[in-house]
């Protein structure tokens, strides 16, 4: 089968928050200080360094309905390069258990398609779930939380 890609938010829309600090409901983005606490951003989809950091409410779903969930996310305060790679997962799904979830082409859930995983361990899911044509793509997101880390395609 053909490999996959991990996606992160698209580079206008992260360059517009972090000049505008509105985010895509016009609400404004907290800035703050990053700690210890491995934040990720869902721009480079690595950790943010001890830098400012950008929260803001996002809604990964390009197309709205009731599975088009809405949840915080933290983005790089500073310019950040995006993930740029293929069958290779991204450094935030290091050290966190998270759950991979299939979506249909209506962008609903597609609940054959959902397991907890420690994050190391999620490319053999990954790749079976991409098998799976019902699946038109995967979110990643934190298992405890639900917080929203990235989408992955068919590479
Ligand atoms: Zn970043």
């Known amino acids: 089968m053909s490999g996959y890609r991990a996606v992160g938010l698209d580079s206008d829309f992260a360059r517009q928050i972090r000049e505008e600090r509105r985010d895509a409901f016009g609400d404004p983005v907290e800035v703050y200080l ?13 950790h943010i360094p001890a830098a400012q950091a950008l929260l803001l409410s996002h809604r990964p779903a390009p197309l709205p309905g009731p599975y088009s969930e809405v949840g915080p996310i933290f983005v790089c305060g500073e310019a950040c390069a995006p993930f740029e790679a293929e069958n290779r997962l991204p450094p935030v799904l290091e050290g966190r258990k998270v759950v991979v979830r299939g979506y249909t082409a209506e962008e609903r859930i597609n609940y054959e398609a959902s397991e907890i995983v420690e994050g190391e361990d999620a490319e053999p899911v990954i790749r079976r779930f991409l098998e799976d044509p ?16 990235c989408k992955v395609e068919r590479a």
Not at 34 to 46: E, G, V, Y
């Open 34 to 46: 990053s700690d210890s606490a491995r934040k990720p951003c869902r721009h480079c989809l690595d």
């Open 134 to 149: 019902k699946n038109a793509y995967l979110q990643v997101r934190t298992a405890l939380f639900g917080c929203f880390l």
